[in-house]
């Protein structure tokens, strides 16, 4: 709460005080002033995974599971996708032949394809035209209307508690997608274009991350490390 507070405060303070400085300015009413800005400090945000034993709990419950639009809202959520993004895919926008998905409503307004494995593939194709003149991919229960957010935010709920999971969310799955793709070895700027990140900067926190967890593989494991407790 206090860092949101303090995110807030630093925006809105920048905002008035770049707004009058140019109107100031503008009308001669003062000269550039030499000043300093004092910014309340920011936490960076954590990133947070689904580890691998809570990634097959996950996975072996959505197998037994017959409902489609579940499982097929969580696999694709694998991909990068966000939830508002997930939301918004269009039939006229899936492109069965060459594995894709393009989407034309994104957080950042810049449109992006994502890209499916067979595995996903099969359950969009199952998903699709479940209505006469469908136009979203994900619809609510006997409506053609496209579902909402809560909805999936429902699912993450039900399962998490269903399965004791205490990190799952439609965001850490997305930490987990790119957090896999680093570990891997995928450039930097493929998962950027993959996230639809629109600068570098915004995905190094995973390469950060990623760097993070070595320095403590090598913190404990370090065979130095145990030759000197043998040693002594």
């Known amino acids: 709460m206090e860092n949101f507070f303090n995110r807030t405060f630093n925006s809105n303070i920048l905002a008035i005080l770049v707004a009058g400085f140019f109107i100031a300015l503008s009308i001669d009413f003062i000269t550039r002033p030499n000043f300093k800005i004092k910014k309340l400090k920011e936490e960076i945000p954590q990133i947070e995974i689904i580890n691998s ?11 037994k599971s ?3 639009q579940l499982k097929l809202v969580f696999y694709l959520l694998t991909t ?3 939830r508002t993004e997930l939301a918004n895919i269009k039939i006229k926008n899936i492109d069965l032949k060459n594995n894709a998905i393009f989407l034309s409503h994104t957080k950042n307004g810049i449109p992006r394809d994502i890209f499916l494995i067979n595995e996903i593939k099969d359950l969009v194709i199952a998903n699709m035209h479940k209505y006469e003149n469908q136009t979203y991919l994900f619809t609510r229960t006997n409506s053609n209307e496209k579902i909402s957010t809560s909805t999936i935010d429902y699912y993450f709920k039900k399962i998490k508690k269903d399965l004791n999971i205490k990190v799952l969310s439609p965001h ?5 997608y790119a957090t896999y793709l680093v570990r891997n070895g995928a450039d930097l700027n493929s998962v950027r274009l993959l996230l639809g990140h629109t600068t570098l900067s915004m ?6 991350f990623q760097n993070s967890l070595l320095r403590k593989v090598n913190k ?8 000197k407790k043998n040693s002594a």
């Open 66 to 68: 017959n409902n489609i």
């Open 80 to 82: 990068g996708v966000i």
């Open 220 to 227: 404990t494991f370090n065979p130095l490390k145990n030759f």
């Open 53 to 63: 034993c809570d990634l097959d709990t996950l996975i072996n419950y959505l197998n």
């Open 172 to 176: 850490k799955l997305r930490h987990t």
């Open 203 to 208: 995905t190094q926190k995973y390469l950060d």
